[in-house]
């Protein structure tokens, strides 16, 4: 059975189906199932789990009755209690996008690109009730250019997953217990939420550069205030190198026609451009300040107490 949710989720049933392990059942995210996943499923004949609490009486026993020989956790957003761990007859099986035990917990593709690493690592190991600790099998580097953002690096891990699974799936069928992990290297990283798009104007033009390639689609994309209203872009150059002191947030140029704007930053300033609302980029004018207005926003609050 399979548990999970996207691109990794898919590749993994994909291995299995190819490998002759029939795929019983798959249990999506809480969030639901993307049409990629359902459609897959129709086609192969698997039966869809959904809406479906993890931690139930019926939930276990519906997976004991199917005795399964693998459980697969793939971008799945619930941590599984110890007896579902403990019930396939082979192995639990966790593919964390991450050089483990570096980037445990939540979003590893968004915290690695906003890191700005060189490479990202796909990782499978056993599973644990504590999340991202089981032993490792499998660790492929995935070599990462300025040219990658959020959507190209899930394609490019997504794609290393069946060469991981087969390294995995086959040490787990011989016995192979896994390269444990040192305790005491590594961090937790949490989920990103709603509201961390948001971009900081005193960051350097690399963190913001890498920062806007971490959230481009299908993710949040990276957001900043002007008049109030949110404005959000879907790409980001470092192609003005020159540092000098300014205010961070001023709008220094712009191109209506190119669509792109250039924004001071802490050290120098960042040519940012596929702006959205395409309305709210219109209005903007060189000189005009980016982000939160402190100022403006400390007034307002004076007035609503008065």
Same mark, same amino acid.
């Given at each position: ?35 990629? *996943? ?9 039966? *869809? ?6 931690? !139930? ?26 007896? *579902? ?43 644990? !009730? ?85 959230? !481009? ?6 957001? !900043? ?26 709008? *220094? ?54």
């Amino acid at each position: 059975m399979v548990l999970g949710d996207g691109p990794f989720a898919l590749k993994a049933m994909d291995f299995l189906i190819q490998a002759e392990i029939a795929v019983r059942l798959f249990v999506p995210r809480s969030s639901g199932i993307d049409k990629a *996943l359902k459609a897959f499923c129709s086609d192969k004949a698997i039966k *869809l789990a959904e809406h479906t609490k993890v931690e !139930t009486d019926d939930f276990y026993n519906e997976m004991k009755s199917l005795e399964p020989d693998f459980l697969i956790c793939a971008s799945f957003d619930r941590i599984l209690p110890r007896r *579902l761990i403990e019930l396939p007859k082979v192995a639990a099986l966790n593919i964390h996008a991450a050089p483990l035990p570096r980037y445990r917990g939540g979003s590893p593709l968004n915290w690695q690109l906003i890191a700005g690493e060189n490479h990202i690592v796909l990782t499978i190991h056993y599973m644990k !009730t504590k999340v991202d600790s089981g032993n490792i099998l499998a660790q492929i580097h995935i070599p990462l250019s300025s040219d990658d953002n959020y959507s190209s690096v899930i394609e490019k891990t997504s794609n290393t997953v069946p060469e991981a699974m087969l390294i995995a799936v086959t040490k787990a069928i011989a016995g192979d217990p896994g390269r444990p992990m040192d305790p005491n290297k590594g961090f937790y990283l949490p989920r990103r939420k709603p509201g961390d798009e948001f971009l900081d104007w005193n960051w350097s033009a690399q963190t913001i550069f890498d920062f806007v390639r971490a959230l !481009t689609d299908p993710g949040p994309r990276a957001s !900043t205030y002007f008049n109030d209203k949110i404005l959000s872009f879907g790409n980001a150059s470092l192609e003005y190198k020159e540092s000098f002191v300014g205010i961070p947030g001023t709008v *220094l140029a712009l191109s209506r026609n190119e669509g792109w704007i250039l924004v001071k930053c802490a050290d120098s300033a960042i040519k940012l451009g596929n702006i959205l609302p395409q309305e709210l980029f219109e209005q903007i004018r060189v000189g005009d300040r980016l982000g939160v207005n402190l100022n403006l926003l400390w007034k307002k609050l004076l007035e609503r107490k008065s």
